[in-house]
Nanobody
Framework: EVQLVESGGGLVQAGGSLRLSCAVS????????VGWFRQAPGNERERISC????????YYEHSMKGRFTISRDNAKKTVYLQMNSLEPEDTAVYYC???????????????????WGQGTQVTVSS
């Protein structure tokens, strides 16, 4: 069974940075995709970025590019999301997910992953 566990969320002041981690377990092969998403109260879920674990190819939702950087450590089976210049509008629960198609279309089209982590809260104070 594939499991995803997010960590690294917390409270940060506007302008600050956080790095989220997503630990993946139960995956027997290394050619799969992992993505980061977020959902604020009352809002629809937003996609942020995705990465192919084998090739390291990354894609971003077009408005998320710049302040967010996705990366991975295959040895640790962990995907990271570095978030800089955080704004109160970035306050949300951040999720990682897998089992979906990570491609250039991620920039402009929604995806529906099959497997999700439990999420980690990020709160940005003004």
């Amino acid at each position: 069974e594939v499991q995803l566990v997010e960590s690294g969320g917390g409270l940060v002041q506007a302008g600050g940075s956080l790095r989220l981690s997503c630990a993946v377990s139960g995956r027997a092969f290394d050619d799969y995709n992992v993505g980061w998403f977020r959902q604020a109260p009352g809002n629809e879920r937003e996609r942020i970025s995705c990465i192919n674990m084998k090739l390291g190819v990354t894609y971003y939702e077009h408005s998320m590019k710049g302040r967010f950087t996705i990366s991975r450590d295959n040895a640790k089976k962990t995907v990271y999301l570095q978030m800089n210049s955080l704004e109160p509008e970035d306050t949300a629960v951040y999720y990682c997910a897998t089992d979906f198609y990570c491609a250039p279309s991620f920039a402009n089209h929604p995806v529906i992953p099959d497997t999700w982590g439990q999420g980690t809260q990020v709160t940005v104070s003004s």
